[in-house]
């Protein structure tokens, strides 16, 4: 008997380590119970240690892309990841706008674990100005918190003011990843404009934690896709990036990747 999934779609550079961008997202995705699809945005050449080169493909193939996949599925959720140029961002928002994405979470990738940057500087821009007014929610890291909002974050309350900066650009939710917070480590920060709602979690002393944002943003739209809240699809994304910490891979010689199948007997 033959059933259906709700279907999500994450627009993506790829790692060819496998353990960050679409690679991650299409993992997490489907470990949360929903279909992956990918728009592929970029190609980097990637390991565990360092970003070696990365090729960004061009804006007619994205759109392309983009054109097969809203043309044949029903899309509950987009995740966004490493949109590294202004023209890139572009051909994204003015292919999502007619499709009217109720569920957009922008995971705004900027520099890679090992310092490649993965933005182009006039991206940035387009990042506030284009791309987080469509979004409901946004993720970014402690990093690029910082840089979307010029304030520097060492605390919750340094956050919270990062938050009702980058809320203005126009989305409707920030969720402050907060695993590099200094004076709190492993607490997450949600605002809606309004309220603010501290996600708390346990820090798990590890260096393997390749692409645990792409994991986060991925597993967050898989349960806004399946019908839960932002408060409740936040809450169980952290859980499960939690879970996939905790059974991180030594794999490879650098910082290893989170494990995303970690409830399967092996």
Do not use: W
């Not at 957009?104 to 500087?121: E, F, I, N, T």
């Not at 907060?178 to 492993?186: D, N, V, Y």
């Amino acid at each position: 008997m033959s059933h259906t999934l709700k279907q999500v779609l994450t627009i993506a550079g790829s790692d060819s380590g496998g353990g960050a961008g679409i690679q991650a997202d299409i993992k997490a995705m489907s470990a949360n119970g929903v279909f992956a699809m990918s728009v592929i945005t970029a190609i980097t050449a990637q390991n565990t240690e360092e970003v070696t080169d990365v090729f960004e493909l061009p804006p007619a193939i994205i759109a392309s892309q983009l054109d097969a996949v809203f043309d044949d599925f029903d899309v509950a959720a987009v995740k966004t990841g490493m949109l590294s140029s202004a023209a890139i961002i572009e051909v994204v928002v003015t292919m999502l706008e007619p499709q009217h994405v109720a569920n957009l979470v922008v995971d705004p990738v900027m520099v890679s674990k090992s310092g490649h940057s993965l933005l182009r500087p006039d991206a940035i821009e387009a990042v506030k100005t284009k791309l987080l007014p469509v979004a409901l929610v946004v993720t970014p890291n402690v990093h690029e918190a910082q840089q979307l909002s010029g304030i520097e974050i060492a605390s919750l309350a340094d956050a919270r003011r990062a938050a009702k900066v980058i809320h203005g650009f126009g989305c409707k939710y920030v969720l402050i990843k907060g695993g590099h917070l200094i004076t709190e480590r492993a607490t997450d920060l949600l605002y809606d404009g309004r309220f603010f709602n501290v996600l708390k979690g346990e820090f798990i002393e590890t260096r393997h934690t390749h692409g645990t944002g792409c994991t986060f943003a991925s597993a967050l739209a898989a349960h806004l896709a399946r019908g839960r809240s932002v408060l409740d699809s936040a809450h169980a994304a952290k859980s499960y990036v939690t879970e996939a910490i905790r059974h991180g891979l030594a794999i490879g010689h650098g910082q290893g990747p989170t494990d995303h199948f970690y409830f399967l007997e092996r």
